[in-house]
């Protein structure tokens, strides 16, 4: 019997990414040693970067996890609705968001323009906002430039003696930590420093600084503060890829991919695969039809390469990936439809990992795990076997 069951029913499904809750766990756990001291916030963003966000966040702060991280207003108050009363920041709004629901919800939030300050002061009714207030040390994405850093800060000063907003943290991003060697590292450690030090000139204590993502709290402790923000690491996946491998961080991936086959069939020598039959069987060869497609969010960058794991054997995918199927060449093996067939995992099994899939779609990890669709059932394990 396949392990590829449907939830509460001996039926089979067409494919699943297990989530092991106890690597996230450990994965937490591992981060929470390595921050040494710092306060950790758990990045739950993009449903968990696929993995689910709910589910992730409870396990995280199982693990104790101090806060969640999200990127979106949504993500921050379905994490309060689903009962969440810890301490959550979320840093990416627009203009007239219903900000008033996230300082009502007593969600921490992000600021890096003076009239990002006036709409959060707009938004207070009976709590006020809880601000953090971003510099853009280098990276030219969110937040003020150090020129527009005092002006930030006389913005949130004002309100912060209207009793409108309390200015609970400074924080930052980095560009290059999955390269700790970079010199820029350097260059927005020191400019994160300064707005610091430029901040406490008017007066500001805040209790939160922050600029650590994954790289950082594992490769770069002078960044640490008192706040890290790792994402991928919880997942289990390296920020440095295959250059520093998750087993040798000590952590454990927490997703795999599976799937049955809909179809296996013998092809002869000459035969084409998939649209514009962009790679032909050279010999007599067993084909396998994978039910998963860029539709749910496999890369078609990975076309007429990707490896897959199928009876014990690395085989890999031929012809292009299309949007609901793509097609796995077997050789000569045996196999059926139905046949469970592994994607990615964490590697422990002589399976492919997400790295393998990021390396044949030329991309990251990150995104092979967070590109995963709904039409993907998240089915969740606890210690057991995938
Ligand atoms: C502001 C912010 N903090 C933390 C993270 C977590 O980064 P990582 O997944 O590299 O640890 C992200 C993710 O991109 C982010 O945008």
Redesign the pocket.
Known sequence: MSTLQSPGSDRPVRAEAVVDLAAIRHNVTTLRARAQGAQL?T?V?ADG?GHGMIPVARAAREAGADWI?A?VLEEALALREAGDTGPIFC??TTPGEPLEDAIAAGIDLSAGAPWEIDELAAGVTDRPARVHLKIDTGMSR?GAVPEEWPGLIRAALREQQTGRIEIKGL?S?LSS??EPKSVANEAQLATFTEAIEVAESFGIDAEFKHLA?????LALPETHFNLV??????YGLS?FGHTLPSAELGLVPAMTLKARFAMVKRVPAGAGVSYGLTWTASRPSTLGLIPLGYGDGLPRHASNGAPVQAGGERRTIVGRICMDQCVVNLQDDQAAAGDEVVLFGPGTAGEPTADDWADAAGTIN?EIVTRLGARIPRRYVDGGPA
């Open positions: 916030m990045v963003k970067y991280g990127a840093w990416l969110g924080w991003h930590s999955d993502n994954s790289g950082a709290t923000r790792p994402g991928v690491a919880t920020p990150y």
